[in-house]
């Protein structure tokens, strides 16, 4: 059972609730491996944490995760200019392994790959750099993001590379020794040793690891192996290793295991698990028959030589715009299909269960109740139902207004509700990054962003604590996770807020104010503040 202190963010932990697995099942763990850090998750997050451990000399590293194999799921992430930069700080090579990667795949070349044109050759004119345009239902232009490296690089001093999520997890996974990131081993409790100075993680290699309800893609397990059918006998035949470390960071996700452990049984239990954002995607990936009338219509009114275009329902006020709950994201795939994506505000009942040709039928509905033109409800109807495909977003609310969603700050009583105070990323030699600790829907595309900020934190303070040999300091670790904390909480809140409410798009000096916060951030002054 967790222990906590009285102040909400102070906890000593002396036990942590196991998963479901008998007592005597876990207890038959014989290994002894001993690492400095443990790194739950091999994600782009977990993987760019242990890069930067092992670039600042912590090389006694190792990397896990419940997926059987790393097999191509995801979908395709916008790395920006905050995120490129916190990658670069951890480490140069990664950045330049990840830029190389993401630009040759997806991006347009920069400017400095282009051929010289010598004086007898005619000069060309400058090809317009694509953009992705963001539009109301009368097709005026609300604004316009250009899509190019070098335009980002020119405004904010790092580009923007869009990569696919695995490509991502492929390249970093890539530059670590393969003995470092070991898949198949399924987290199911986390041990506190006080006596040895360790935390003890037992994990499982499992063939039949259950459906992430949170994850932003299905990940099922296609494998052809035979499962056992009875669950008492799957307990028994489960090899249960268990891993020492001197600090653990969970980059295990928005579902993320070691959080549900750290706070299952707590005054925080109501935060184990991650929350309904209130938003949702239907989508479809591909529909590769279109008639050429309504291909016609749909570039004349949108698409307009722009890969990507957003059309919203928002209504222009001046300087300002109303923002609305729904919209649809309409692109072109390298190979002509046509896709689409529409986020909108859906109670959570009414998208489970849903059959593909039931999800069609509620974006139809939402469409037309919000007025959208008649070519883009033709689009919806031809979706090939097979490839209809669902996603709640959920989140990890990183504010207490967020977590206790009151509209008057002044009617807020802390002290008569501790239990909705969200709790601590860290607990003793714990520490949760990424999407363990703030997950948010992805509509400002920060995500992936903000993990690895909190990986170049996380990693510059634990190289401290290695620096110091403070590996056996409580109060060292606690303070330098209480440093990460009180250095990333504001600045998520912030970024959260913006995304749910998507205040930055309202007006172009909102927009302006987010883009210079955000993007322009100063990490050697971070990394100072340190």
């Given at each position: 059972m967790l222990e906590t202190q009285s102040s909400p963010h102070s906890h000593t932990n002396t036990s942590i609730k196991a998963d479901t697995?008998?007592?005597?099942?876990?207890?038959?763990?014989?290994s002894q491996e001993i690492y400095d850090v443990v790194v739950v998750g091999a994600g782009p997050i977990g993987l760019a944490t242990a890069i930067g451990l092992r670039k600042r000399g912590i090389e006694n590293v190792l990397v896990i995760d419940q997926t059987r194999a790393f097999r191509q799921i995801g979908q395709t992430l916008d790395l920006l200019p905050n995120g490129l930069k916190a990658l670069k700080y951890l480490d140069p090579n990664a950045y330049e392994e990840v830029k190389n990667?993401?630009?040759?795949?997806?991006?347009?070349?920069?400017?400095?790959?282009?051929?010289?044109?010598?004086?007898?050759?005619?000069?060309q004119p400058p090809k317009v750099s694509p953009q992705w345009v963001y539009k109301n239902l009368k097709g005026e232009i609300i604004r316009s993001n250009s899509l190019s490296f070098d335009d980002w690089f020119q405004d904010y001093?790092?580009?923007?590379?869009?990569?696919?999520?695995?490509?991502?997890?492929?390249?970093?996974?890539?530059?670590?020794?393969?003995?470092?990131?070991?898949?198949?081993?399924?987290c199911i409790n986390v041990v506190n040793e006080p006596e040895k100075g360790f935390v003890r993680i037992d994990c499982i290699g499992d063939t039949a690891i259950e459906t992430n309800p949170y994850a932003y893609w299905i990940d099922g397990q296609k494998d052809n192996d035979p499962q056992p059918q009875n669950s008492d006998i799957l307990s028994q035949e489960l090899a249960i290793k268990s891993i020492r470390a001197k600090l653990i960071v969970a980059a295990?996700?928005?579902?993320?295991?070691?959080?549900?452990?750290?706070?299952?049984?707590?005054?925080?239990?109501?935060?184990?698990?991650?929350?309904?954002?209130?938003?949702?995607?239907?989508?479809?990936?591909?529909?590769?028959?279109?008639?050429?009338?309504?291909?016609?219509k749909l570039e004349e009114d949108f698409f307009q030589d722009s890969p990507l275009v957003t059309i919203t329902n928002d209504e222009i006020t001046g300087n300002n715009v109303c923002i609305n709950n729904i919209?649809?994201?309409?692109?072109?795939?390298p190979t002509g299909e046509l896709g689409y994506i529409i986020h909108l505000a859906?109670?959570?009942?009414?998208?489970?269960?849903?059959?593909?040709?039931?999800?069609?039928?509620?974006?139809?509905?939402?469409?037309?109740?919000?007025?959208?033109?008649?070519?883009?409800?033709?689009?919806?109807?031809?979706?090939?139902?097979?490839?209809?495909?669902?996603?709640?977003?959920?989140?990890?609310?990183?504010?207490?207004?967020?977590?206790?969603?009151?509209?008057?700050?002044?009617?807020?009583?802390?002290?008569?509700?501790?239990?909705?105070?969200?709790p601590a990323w860290s607990v003793g030699r714990i520490v949760l990054v990424g999407d363990a600790a703030h997950g948010m829907p992805p509509f400002m595309a920060q995500g992936a962003n903000q993990g690895l900020e909190d990986a170049l934190i996380v990693t510059t303070l634990i190289a401290k604590i290695a620096e110091e040999n403070n590996w056996n300091d409580l109060q060292a670790i606690a303070k330098a996770f209480e440093k990460y904390e009180c250095l990333r909480r504001p600045l998520i809140a912030y970024v959260q807020e913006a995304t749910l409410k998507r205040s930055p798009h309202s007006s172009d000096k909102e927009w302006e104010d987010y883009s210079q916060q955000i993007y322009r951030r100063n990490f050697d002054q971070v990394i100072e503040a340190l």
């Open positions: 697995l008998p007592t005597s099942v876990i207890s038959s763990s014989t990667t993401g630009l040759g795949l997806l991006n347009p070349k920069q400017s400095n790959d282009q051929v010289t044109v010598e004086p007898t050759q005619k000069q001093g790092e580009g923007r590379v869009s990569i696919s999520w695995y490509n991502l997890q492929t390249t970093l996974r890539q530059l670590l020794p393969p003995d470092l990131v070991k898949a198949n081993h399924r295990d996700g928005i579902n993320s295991t070691v959080r549900r452990l750290l706070y299952t049984d707590t005054q925080y239990h109501d935060f184990a698990r991650p929350e309904y954002s209130g938003f949702a995607a239907i989508f479809c990936m591909e529909i590769a028959e279109v008639p050429k009338e309504l291909l016609t919209r649809i994201i309409l692109f072109r795939r859906l109670p959570l009942d009414s998208l489970q269960e849903k059959s593909e040709s039931s999800l069609i039928d509620l974006a139809l509905q939402e469409l037309e109740k919000a007025g959208f033109p008649d070519a883009l409800k033709q689009l919806v109807r031809l979706s090939p139902p097979a490839k209809m495909q669902q996603r709640p977003y959920y989140i990890h609310p990183a504010s207490i207004l967020d977590s206790l969603q009151v509209s008057n700050p002044t009617d807020l009583n802390i002290e008569a509700n501790p239990a909705k105070i969200p």
